[in-house]
Nanobody, 124 residues
Framework: QVQLVESGGKLVRAGASLRLSCTAS????????MGWFRQAPGKEREFVAA????????IYSDSVKGRFIISRDNTNDTVFLQADSLKPEDTAVYYC?????????????????WGQGTQVTVSS
């Protein structure tokens, strides 16, 4: 079993930056690709970004491309989401997820483990 814990979410103003972290415990993330998803109030959860085990491949949703960067530190089993130029529409609970695969995916259903989420609120 993999336990994932997100941190770093808070209330910020539009244009600010945040760095979200997701730390795994229970077992190493070796061989796992990682994803970030988010769920805004009244909306379905949506894909944000994903990164392969090797970090050679990353993918992003169109809504965050160019503003967010996903990265990982395999030594410490931690994944990051650097979110810059934040907008009010980025307000959501952000979740990290782990998938036992060497490839990326935008699909929620293929991820095996999920964290509890961290709240990001962007005021205008």
């Amino acid at each position: 079993q993999v336990q994932l814990v997100e941190s770093g979410g808070k209330l910020v103003r539009a244009g600010a930056s945040l760095r979200l972290s997701c730390t795994a415990s229970g077992r190493t993330l070796h061989g796992y690709s990682m994803g970030w998803f988010r769920q805004a109030p009244g909306k379905e959860r949506e894909f944000v970004a994903a990164i392969t085990w090797s970090s050679r491949s990353t993918i992003y949703s169109d809504s965050v491309k160019g503003r967010f960067i996903i990265s990982r530190d395999n030594t410490n089993d931690t994944v990051f989401l650097q979110a810059d130029s934040l907008k009010p529409e980025d307000t959501a609970v952000y979740y990290c997820a782990a998938r036992q695969s060497y490839t990326n995916s935008r699909l929620e259903s293929v991820y095996n483990y999920w964290g509890q989420g961290t709240q990001v609120t962007v005021s205008s």
